[in-house]
């Protein structure tokens, strides 16, 4: 029994993702996982199905409806002494089937029905909108670990050049050639260099917390990928009209914004019904008995029983009810307009602040492209100057500062390119499409 529950231990170990596991993802691999398990998307496809409910149950108002009752009874009544059949004991029992069905409903049913199926409609908006949120946020989280990564490697290059520097600096002053204030200088520079390197450890664990948050994973993930792209194949755009035209046509909150607007103004319909005619077929048949106790066989009986009929409901007046009814649906679908011109402002307002990001996130990756390789041979020359006496320290450090001002700029500009190319897709509702 033992070795059995030990095997089913160690099953469980192998199939299962360890805390300490790290599973290592590219951009498509954590796309793929985001529209699998997000949260959000999750919940967008729980209102599917919560809106094809609503629609089943709006739909019932316009079939028959059928029910079957059965009912026994016991009764006696002595006031009655003077008509003998009257004062007796009766037993009645019966078993009815009972039909209603809407004929007229003055549009409300149909408005209904209609108001549900834009519902369904609505759901496949939902979900657009969480699957184009999702991949942004997995994106720019996912770009985040690899700048994090190269801020943290040029830390390291960083500390380990000002650890040659030392090494350097201790090589001088053992050989007389250097100074007490240039081996203080060289330690004071390393310690001032492994802050950065401590961030740069933290800021890849928040990163990575952040990118298994958004795929809602058990166990730790890391990305594998590189900030560098083809800057031939960067896209810049140059037509705001064009991307402010496609997003008033594909951006999914405004699309479920102008069907919810439809469903407001069904309800205005279904409200005004309030105080109209409606007709209604109702019937019904089954089968009673009817047995007066004190009668024996005699005063036993039973048989069949039906009726059917239309019926007419005309409440034309309800103290104003229906009225105020549809003065409030009136105002939410003024308010749902309303609510639509905003959200055009605002896309408007994004869309624009994307091309702007997009083309500065551009414009900053050709400015700064060069510096790097220029900053890269100015350090070399400071160091063998320092090393043959021909250069001060202040000069190997400003030749450091620049470079590492350079990559790092370098580094968060192709980030920032890279995430504001994908915020330009998001901002015109084609992320993903």
């Known amino acids: 029994m033992r070795s059995i529950i030990i095997g089913t231990l160690l099953i469980f170990v192998t199939i299962t993702p360890s805390a300490a596991e790290t599973r290592t993802l590219t951009l498509n691999e954590a796309l793929a996982l985001a529209m699998e398990s997000n949260r959000d998307i999750e919940k967008a496809r729980e209102y599917a199905t919560y809106v094809g409910g609503k629609y089943v149950e709006e739909r019932s108002a316009a079939l028959p409806q059928l029910s079957l009752n059965g009912s026994y009874a016991v009764s006696k009544d002595g006031s009655q002494a003077l008509f003998a059949a009257m004062s007796q004991r009766q037993t009645s029992s019966a078993i009815d089937l009972t039909l209603t069905q809407p004929l007229y409903t003055w549009g409300k049913v149909n408005a209904a029905i209609r ?31 690899l700048l994090a990564r190269e801020l943290n490697r040029f830390a390291r290059e960083n500390v380990s050049q000002k650890q040659r520097l030392l090494d350097e600096a201790r090589k001088k002053f053992a050989a007389g050639v250097a100074t007490d204030y240039d081996l203080l200088a060289a330690e004071v520079a390393l310690e001032n260099g492994r802050p950065d390197l ?26 594998v990928g590189s900030l560098d792209h083809d800057a031939a194949l960067r896209t810049v755009p140059d037509d705001y009209d064009s991307a402010l035209t496609i997003a008033r046509a594909k951006r999914p909150e405004l699309s479920d914004l102008r069907l919810r607007i439809g469903i407001y103004d069904e309800l205005v319909t279904i409200a005004a019904a309030g105080d109209k005619p409606r007709l209604d077929l109702k019937g019904g048949g089954g089968w009673r008995w009817l047995s007066l106790n004190d009668s024996g066989p005699l005063g036993e009986t039973n048989g069949a ?5 239309v019926y007419l409901t005309f409440p034309f007046f309800d103290g104003f009810k229906t009225s105020g009814q549809v003065i409030q649906a009136r105002s939410d679908l003024r308010t749902k307009q309303l609510e ?16 702007n990001a997009l083309r500065e996130a551009d414009e900053i990756c050709r400015a700064i492209s060069g510096t790097v390789r220029q900053a890269e041979k100015l350090l070399q020359m400071a160091e ?50």
């Open 115 to 145: 108001a549900a199926g834009v519902g369904l409609k609505t759901a496949g908006e939902q979900l657009r909108l969480y699957q184009q949120a999702a991949r942004r946020e997995v994106v720019t989280a996912w770009y985040d670990i």
């Open 198 to 223: 401590i961030r740069t450890d933290n800021l890849i664990r928040v990163s990575s917390e952040r990118l298994r948050f958004l795929l809602a994973l058990p166990y730790a993930v890391d990305a």
């Open 305 to 309: 029983a039906w009726n059917v009929g």
């Open 340 to 355: 639509e011109l905003k959200l055009l402002d605002s896309i408007a307002l994004e869309v624009r602040d994307a091309v």
């Open 384 to 433: 063998k100057g320092f090393e043959y006496g021909v250069k001060i320290r202040l000069e190997v450090d400003d030749a450091q500062l620049n470079l590492l001002q350079a990559t790092v700029t370098l580094a968060r500009a192709e980030r920032d390119y890279l995430v504001a190319r994908t915020n330009y897709r998001w901002a015109m509702g084609v992320l993903g499409e």
